[in-house]
């Protein structure tokens, strides 16, 4: 059968690219956050575009993973990686079932990819708000207007509520349904491109207290 498509002028498969391009091994500290902390400081003086984007996958009570895009807000070692998001979303519905998740980091450029699996909480009620009103006024618009996920008719009915909330002059507080989530990591795996396919692969899995454990493991 012919494959007749608009893509066919592309082979994926001649699509290779030889990393390694880094011509130094990674320096693995003992810990993990303060190695994210160095491989994120690099990506964004790149300049990486979104360094922050980190793609979160979770999977509900119907065991199906599902993955999007969303972005870091905060990180710290007692707080976990923090994002900000509607609680009736589908992550959020997911995540309320399901609380195990994971997120991933890949900066293009550099060659590197961050994998973070835990477990997720929401965060305290008053970092949500305080984080919301330090939001410029059009997102919280539109956050406030938008079921995040829900189905509509059309976009024009999001922009016209947005605009009678605008007109009304009244305070736009953080909706009950929008808030932070925090991944608590008990594992991260850093890579880097190698030469010849030998990429460079570390784990950390938490072993307690402030304890990782690190393993390199085969590309
Ligand atoms: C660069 C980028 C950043 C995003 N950041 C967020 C975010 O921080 N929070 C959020 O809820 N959605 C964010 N989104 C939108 C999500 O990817 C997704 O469309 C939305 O959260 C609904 O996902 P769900 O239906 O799986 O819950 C972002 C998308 C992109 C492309």
């Excluded at 070692?77 to 399901?98: C, I, M, P, Q, W």
């Excluded at 008719?153 to 929008?178: F, K």
Aim: hydrophobic share 35%.
């Amino acid at each position: 059968m012919q494959l007749i498509s608009a893509y066919n002028t592309m082979n994926l498969s001649d699509l290779r690219r030889d990393f390694g391009q880094q011509k130094d091994s990674p320096v693995w500290s003992d810990n993990p956050f303060s190695l994210f902390g160095e491989w994120l400081q690099t990506a964004i003086n790149k300049p990486v575009q979104e360094a922050n984007a980190m793609i979160l996958s979770t999977a509900g009570t119907d065991n199906k993973p599902s993955s999007r895009v969303v972005l870091l807000k905060e990180y710290s070692e007692k707080e976990g990686f923090v994002f900000y998001t509607d609680y009736s979303s589908h992550k959020g519905r997911d995540l309320e079932a399901n609380s195990f998740a994971s997120v991933i980091f890949y900066w293009n450029v550099l060659e590197r990819q961050i994998r973070i699996e835990g477990k997720v909480k929401k965060v305290d009620r008053s970092m949500s708000t305080a984080y919301f009103n330090s939001r410029p006024l059009e997102s919280r618009l539109s956050a406030y207007v938008s079921r995040q996920s829900q189905r509509i008719d059309h976009l024009d009915e999001l922009r016209q509520q947005r605009q009678e909330l605008l007109d009304s002059g009244n305070e736009i507080t953080c909706p009950e349904r929008w808030g932070g989530y925090a991944l608590m990591p008990e594992k991260f795996e850093f890579w880097q491109g190698g030469t010849h396919r030998l990429h460079h692969r570390m784990e950390y899995i938490y072993t307690g207290g402030s304890d990782w454990k690190r393993q390199a493991l085969a590309p």
